[in-house]
């Protein structure tokens, strides 16, 4: 890539009340805990229904613990009241680690509730291109100065081409700066689909992920997993695709960092990378796994 | 990457008297298996000591098994004679499987005698910009119709920088064309040193890669594993980066293909960069793995 372009990288700052985490293309990839969220977890979703959120504390503590130091929070929880469930999710988390929480849900009245509580710079998770969802989250994301995550699709779906998601990335980065939303507080997400379906999915989000990074600078962000889904050896392929992605240019995948091939894969890219000074972290995350294992 | 410049890659075709191999970055990544060399490897240098040819054979058979298409052999036992083991050791190999072999040795005795007895395009590992090696090698690599891998380093030694070492591979590849060697039969090797001493080596292989095939589109080898020497975790750390390297523009590794984490990131890298199509490769790696592991 190039050096000039490289340098003029953004930088996302979250925050809780009490600290900060910056996320550039410099520093350690920053790793967003994707476990808090009952899709797909049907114990997880029994527990939030049953008003049970012992789950949700020890996916919290274990993240974190794991190296996460964004976690996201989404409480989809069908039929449930997700504005009172959702803020009841977040405290639950606030109550057990400091990290910047990534507010995740598609209900405009949740999002206000869970951003009027929290105290610190969250991440909101997600405003798209369509005219609706940036006209209901962009103006949140401004009044309580947040960030937020942009994803590269619009009124016409997600766009096939790496040249047309960067048109959507633009046009949010464009309507997000019209209302005061500074560039380096979208977190673009190019969309990672999976590649049972279409061989050449991974290519379109590495290529779209290189462009908006020429063009924007800003930070990216993606559920690198959704890359796997419906293949085989799941954990090999996705620890792949997320080196080969830090390299193109994502800086704050959202993944589950108690996977050992993805947590180490996002710490070896780092230090392939020379982001890893003296490769402490890597050694440091050595000494922690060796641990694990012989507890 | 620049698309116009990635359509002018060079295509380097192996071949044994009845196959073939062709190298390319649009194709899948070919793995040069690395284990038939004695070096740090007790067991086998004892082996050839005595010799005793049946761990080579077994090494043959197992890594084109595991889907190694180019064999590295490397016979290089202290105080024997290496013209006339490299070609037992050869012979060997040639018995038990049919894929071209890579040369490896610094003797140019024994390296003349390989290509004498050898029937078919090999490669041979290696030339480097010092004028001695350079007088040496070429030669032999133009007579017996080679390819030939040209380490970036020369009579200064190991250049720091990814510039100076673009500069060394501009120079073999010179110093080719002038014997009449095309450019697509000098598969270059940007070096990768261990993370351990310099947390910035994987960088400076990285960017050498991007430098030397952004100006002249050869291919790219490299003993990716050195990347890792004395840290722990080794398996994945190399497999970060051999994907990222991938990414790059690495197109034959000479690595280990047994290690799976290696091997999967390999296969992975191609299926994320749209080079397996419809997943048939990888879907068929993962039967093999399981396979393996239920035997």
Redesign the interface.
């Known amino acids: 890539m190039d050096e000039e372009k490289m340098s003029e990288n953004l930088k996302t700052i979250l925050s809780t009340k009490s600290t900060s985490v910056e996320i550039c293309r410099e520093g350690p990839t920053v790793m967003i805990g994707e476990r808090i969220n009952p899709t797909g977890r049907k114990k997880v979703l029994a527990a939030l229904q049953e008003g049970d959120f012992e789950m949700v504390r020890q996916d919290a503590a274990r993240q974190v613990e794991a190296g996460a130091t964004v976690l996201d929070v989404n409480a989809g929880v069908p039929g449930a009241d997700e504005p009172a469930l959702l803020s009841q999710v977040m405290r639950e988390v606030m109550s057990v680690v400091d990290v910047p929480i990534c507010i995740d849900t598609a209900n405009p009245e949740a999002l206000e509730t869970a951003l009027k509580l929290y105290d610190g710079k969250a991440l909101v998770n997600s405003v798209n291109g369509e005219e609706k969802s940036l006209a209901t989250v962009l103006p949140l994301v401004k009044e309580y100065g947040a960030a937020v995550v942009g994803l590269c699709m619009d009124d016409d779906g997600i766009p096939a081409t790496p040249e047309l998601r960067l048109k959507v990335a633009a046009k949010i980065i464009a309507r997000a700066a019209a209302i005061g939303i500074p560039r380096e507080d979208v977190v673009v997400d190019p969309l990672a689909m999976t590649?049972?379906a279409e061989?050449?999915a991974?290519?379109t989000t590495?290529k779209t992920i290189e462009l908006v990074v020429a063009e924007f600078g800003v930070n990216i962000t993606m559920g690198a997993s959704n890359?796997s889904f419906g293949?085989?050896?799941r954990k090999?392929?996705n620890?792949?695709?997320i080196?080969?992605a830090?390299?193109?240019g994502l800086t704050c995948p959202i993944t589950n960092p108690l996977v050992?091939?993805i947590n180490?894969?996002v710490l070896?890219?780092d230090?392939?990378?020379?982001r890893?000074?003296?490769?402490m972290r890597?050694?440091k995350s050595?000494r922690k796994?060796r641990k694990a294992q012989t507890k």
């Open positions: 590649l049972g061989h050449t991974g290519l590495l890359i293949l085989p050896d090999y392929l620890a792949a695709f080196a080969i830090i390299h193109a050992p091939e180490t894969a070896a890219s230090l392939s990378l020379g890893d000074e003296y490769g890597w050694i050595y796994r």
